[in-house]
């Protein structure tokens, strides 16, 4: 039975439709009509005290799902306003055949005035998940025409304009309160610029059949794992030792977010290894953490013995004492996580390992791939793909939708919001991820937990005070509750 977590893309919905005609004679026009009572008892559910929508109809099988909607409203008494962009002569059969059902309803089209009624639900049944260039016209003016409104508004199956695959927008995209999406979740609904434009995310599987997307879906959303009660006889030396290497001249609140946030995780004992300078006053505040001043690889190897896991990077630099840190940490073969500057080393001498965790921001993966950002962002999927398999372990490509990528199957965040904008949030992840490492779980593991459990933190505290504001420091203490 697939999970009601997995993703897909659109290639597999459209098998998954084939496969469900084919094998399952499912006809197009049930699954359509299945798809618009989904759709309508949503909006009634969401909406209940409106009684009138505005309908977008496009051209393809999506304005289909339009007309159905329409259509119910109309029996269920409701004012229904249906814009057409295509003669419904010229749609596909399935969705010709709901237009003309629309009609025999009563149902007519009406022209777009120079704005929507106040009062009204609007419907966005235009492109649906088959779009794969920019919007053009006429398409364009009705996507701003219903941004425009300050009405509520429903996307079919993904918001029109928005790449269901990507989650990027192609030139323009309409901006739902509610999307209700068919089938399986697209992957595209939870990365990218998702966020902005799909509001709320319901799926709906039209009653088909688990076997056709039997073999699909080898991205999932993250969820949560709650954490295995401690031992009663547990004592530090159980829970890991974290080594944060960072903290060059000038950047020392870098390590000590990243330090504070493994003890704040669990981790039993954690030491910094940063500049002489800093290392007498960086535990000011917290004395738990164990500050060593370390000006060469000699300095530091005593520090690594005594480690099982080495958080690199945040505030590290790339000058001779940065790459002199980093070489000491590659040479000593520990578990790692790579952050921050490291990251920014390591994409100017590539290797590959399977015992670490990377964490870059778009900008850091276009250096470890030798792209542009905006070449990993038009497809994430692929740039963590190309990531993991080049460099090796586990991969965490950060942003609007975190991915978490191992090899074997993607993960996208759900967790996190805009108020995570501000310096330190990733060197807060590093540290965290580390803990957790060091407490014995997975590198798989550790990154799938830590990314959700980050964003989590991050959403509970924008919740009780607002995003903007939201201190990368605000976040230890609230990971502590949520692991515990």
Known sequence: MP???QL???AEIREAERRAMAEHGIAGAVMMARAGAAAFEQIRRHWPEHRRLTVFCGAGNNAGDGYVVARLALLAGYRVDVHALSDSARLPVDAADAAERYFQAGGRIEVLGDSLPGDSVVVDALLGIGLSRPVSEPYASAIAAINASAAPVVALDV????DADTGNVLGCAVAADLTVTFIGLKRGL?????ADYCGEVVCDSLALPDEVLAGAGSIYRLTKTPPPPRPRVAHK???GHVLAVGGNLGYSGAIRLAGEAALRTGAGLVSIATRAVHSAVLNLGRPELMCHGVESSADLASLLDKASVVVVGPGLGQDAWARTMFAAVLASGKPCVVDADALNLLAARPERRDHWILTPHPGEAARLLGSTTAQVGADRFAALV????RYGGVCVLKGAGSLVGDGERIYVSSTGNPGMASGGMGDVLAGLLGGLLAQ????PEAARL????????ADRLALRHGERGLLAGDLPAEIRELLN
């Open 3 to 5: 999970s009601a977590d």
């Open 8 to 10: 897909y893309s659109v």
């Open 159 to 162: 918001p029109s304009g928005l």
């Open 190 to 194: 939870l990365t990218g610029f998702a």
């Open 237 to 239: 030396g159980h829970c």
């Open 386 to 389: 190309s990531l993991q398999q």
């Open 440 to 443: 014995g779980w997975s590198a």
């Open 450 to 457: 830590g990314v959700y459990v980050h964003g989590e933190a």
